[in-house]
């Protein structure tokens, strides 16, 4: 059984040592970031070395939301507007975001990668960090909901899986989560309300991303490492997916990789998401991180099932359409 943890890697090319590593420690999946991004010929090349390394069809993830978060870019990919100014221009949100997630998973699938990480599902409101504003879709639950659902639509059409971020919200979140640890004081039923409501509305995704954030109203710990709130992921929103971590190394939590990944296993997420390639820090995360649970890749294996070939697409006439809803 695989290992559970998602690694990513230090370059363009899958180096010797990197390879004899994953195939012992034997990842559930990868994720690729800029440094890993060339041309479309060396980026087939490395998701194909990656997926040898462990001899099977293993996801291989990115970050491809558009704005402020895209790994791929011109002169070979589209250079994709912030998400929340566009939708805010579309005359039909929904189906503009459908169309942007399909045009993205379109791009992704040519080169090998089979996992968006989007959408991002956090409702924007007037603490809402920088980092985070321009990357979301709206600022209530209906829209929120509405597109987040259009996103995950466009990437399945496209053979993409989407992966369900950041549960269960990050929205009320004023610290950069890269850097600190946000703190959310509202009352579980406001959360209920309004934050955790759009994701119990999109409970039926296969795969999502835990938040690095507190929520005082469940427990002092961040999300991701709480069992309080993993239990409530599971249990009033209703989320059966598999459950990754966002990134470990990520500034908002403590203690080295090994002790964050012991701690967000405990809690209950299926997977531990480790991003920036750095060896040592793989190695260690390597050896805390057991075989996933009977549990865990009985998820990954419902969602790995969903992968399938993209739909036909008239690439140049979606690109108008998109266009000319958005102009």
Same mark, same amino acid.
């Given at each position: 059984? #695989?290992?559970?943890?998602?690694?990513?890697?230090?370059?363009?090319?899958?180096?010797?040592?990197?390879?004899?590593?994953?195939?012992?420690?034997?990842?559930?999946?990868? =994720?690729?970031?800029?440094?890993?991004?060339?041309?479309?010929?060396?980026?087939?090349?490395?998701?194909?070395? @990656?997926? /040898?390394?462990?001899?099977?069809?293993?996801?291989?993830? =990115?970050?491809?939301?558009?704005?402020?978060?895209?790994?791929?870019?011109?002169?070979?990919?589209?250079?994709?507007?912030?998400?929340?100014?566009?939708?805010?221009?579309?005359?039909?949100?929904?189906?503009?975001?459908?169309?942007?997630?399909?045009?993205?998973?379109?791009? &992704?699938?040519? +080169?090998?990668?089979?996992?968006?990480?989007?959408?991002?599902?956090?409702?924007?409101?007037?603490?809402?960090?920088?980092? @985070?504003?321009?990357?979301?879709?709206? /600022?209530? +639950?209906?829209?929120?909901?509405?597109?987040?659902?259009?996103?995950?639509?466009?990437?399945?059409?496209?053979?993409?899986?989407? +992966?369900?971020?950041?549960? !269960? *919200?990050?929205?009320?979140?004023?610290?950069?989560?890269?850097?600190? @640890?946000?703190?959310?004081?509202?009352? &579980?039923?406001? @959360?209920?309300?309004?934050?955790?409501? $759009?994701?119990?509305?999109?409970?039926? &995704?296969?795969? *999502?991303?835990? #938040?690095?954030? $507190?929520?005082? #109203?469940?427990?002092?710990?961040? *999300?991701? $490492?709480? !069992?309080?709130?993993?239990?409530?992921?599971?249990?009033?929103?209703?989320? /059966?997916?598999?459950?990754?971590?966002?990134?470990?190394?990520?500034?908002?939590? *403590?203690?080295?990789?090994?002790?964050? #990944?012991?701690?967000?296993?405990?809690?209950?997420?299926?997977? $531990?998401?480790?991003?920036?390639?750095?060896?040592?820090?793989?190695?260690?995360?390597?050896?805390?991180?057991?075989?996933?649970?009977?549990?865990?890749?009985?998820?990954?294996?419902?969602?790995?099932?969903?992968?399938?070939? !993209?739909?036909?697409?008239?690439?140049?006439?979606?690109?108008?359409?998109? /266009?000319?809803?958005?102009?």
């Amino acid at each position: 059984m #695989a290992g559970a943890f998602i690694l990513g890697c230090e370059g363009p090319d899958l180096s010797p040592r990197e390879a004899a590593f994953f195939r012992d420690a034997d990842p559930w999946g990868f =994720i690729l970031f800029a440094r890993n991004v060339d041309t479309p010929d060396r980026l087939r090349a490395l998701t194909r070395a @990656l997926r /040898d390394a462990v001899g099977r069809d293993a996801p291989v993830l =990115i970050d491809q939301e558009g704005g402020r978060v895209q790994r791929m870019g011109p002169p070979f990919w589209t250079r994709w507007p912030r998400p929340l100014t566009q939708m805010c221009r579309a005359r039909d949100p929904e189906r503009a975001m459908f169309l942007r997630a399909r045009l993205i998973a379109g791009e &992704l699938r040519d +080169v090998g990668i089979d996992v968006n990480c989007t959408p991002t599902a956090d409702i924007a409101c007037d603490v809402t960090h920088p980092f @985070l504003l321009s990357r979301l879709y709206g /600022d209530s +639950v209906e829209t929120v909901a509405a597109r987040a659902r259009a996103n995950a639509e466009g990437c399945r059409a496209g053979g993409v899986l989407p +992966v369900l971020k950041h549960i !269960p *919200g990050h929205g009320r979140g004023n610290v950069d989560s890269h850097l600190g @640890l946000p703190r959310v004081d509202a009352s &579980l039923e406001e @959360l209920r309300a309004s934050d955790f409501e $759009v994701f119990r509305r999109l409970a039926d &995704l296969p795969l *999502g991303m835990s #938040a690095h954030v $507190v929520y005082s #109203a469940l427990d002092d710990a961040a *999300g991701t $490492v709480s !069992p309080a709130v993993i239990a409530e992921v599971r249990g009033w929103i209703g989320f /059966d997916g598999l459950m990754m971590t966002d990134d470990i190394s990520m500034g908002a939590l *403590g203690g080295d990789v090994a002790t964050r #990944a012991a701690r967000a296993l405990a809690a209950g997420c299926d997977v $531990v998401l480790h991003c920036n390639g750095e060896w040592d820090d793989m190695q260690a995360l390597a050896e805390a991180c057991p075989a996933m649970t009977k549990a865990a890749a009985a998820r990954a294996a419902r969602a790995l099932a969903l992968r399938a070939r !993209p739909e036909a697409l008239d690439t140049a006439a979606a690109h108008a359409e998109l /266009d000319a809803l958005t102009a």
